[in-house]
Every structure is written in C-alpha cells, then in structure tokens.
C-alpha cells in the first residue's frame, strides 16, 4: 500500500514543478544592453525587458509629460518613448535602466530608472562649495 502513495507525491511534485518552472520561462524579465539586444533579438522580441544605457538626444515635454530619447551603450543604440513624471537626475549622458518591450523599432518603456553617482564629496572650501553650486546648476 506504500507503493501508491510514493507514486502520489512524486506525480505531485512533479506537476507542481512543471507548473512552477513553465510559467518561470515566460515570466522572466531580461536586462541586457542595447549590443545585447542587437544579438539577441530573435528570442527577446515581444518579452518585457531591461535595457540599460547613456542617455542620448532627451527630448521632455513637461506638459504631456512625453519623452523621447536614445539609449545607447557606444555601439548600438535604440529610441525610447516614456510617459510620466522625470527626475531632475535624468540628462544627457547619464546611466539610465529603462522596463518595457519593443513595438517595432521603438522602445516604449513603462518605468525609467536614473543611474546616479553613489559618490559624496564634501566639499573642504568655500572654494569647493561654490563650484559645487554652479557645476549643479
């Protein structure tokens, strides 16, 4: 009588992992560069992804909070169109990650996150205060 029971939990083990890991593959969301995408398109096309770059060409209208702008790692580079509040972070040449997938040649992304400098220094001089001040503005 143990035999049936033993075949039991192994059927339900297994069902409960091919459940588990199916559904892993078509929830998995991939980071990659704009190269990477370039090489990898075929098998990310129509999945959400990350794309991680410097921005390039930013174009925001606070109005209809619209913007566009180009992620590009050096090598390859794609549009990007975001809808939704920025952060004073985002300019030119600064590390953006950008979530959403590709309609055709474009990227429209549903969340944008802003790469910033993880080093403080402060300033030791007056000096170095004002240049601190006008290098912000």
Do not use: C, W
């Not at 702008?69 to 939704?84: E, I, K, L």
């Amino acid at each position: 009588p143990i035999l049936p029971v033993v075949l039991g939990v192994a059927a339900l083990v297994g069902l409960t992992a091919t459940i588990a890991f199916g559904n892993l593959n078509r929830s998995l969301e991939y980071f990659v560069t704009p190269s990477e995408y370039q090489q990898q398109e075929a098998e990310l096309q129509g999945r959400p992804v990350r794309i991680g770059g410097l921005v390039k060409a930013a174009k925001y209208d606070p109005q209809t909070l619209d913007l566009r702008f180009t992620v590009t790692d050096g090598s390859a580079s794609f549009p990007v169109q975001y809808r939704g509040a920025v952060t004073d972070l985002f300019k030119e040449n600064q590390g953006v990650v950008v979530r959403g997938e590709f309609q055709g040649e474009t990227f429209h992304a549903t969340d944008l996150v802003v790469k910033h400098s993880e080093e403080y220094n402060v300033p030791k001089t007056q000096a170095e205060l004002k240049d601190m001040i006008k290098s912000a503005d």
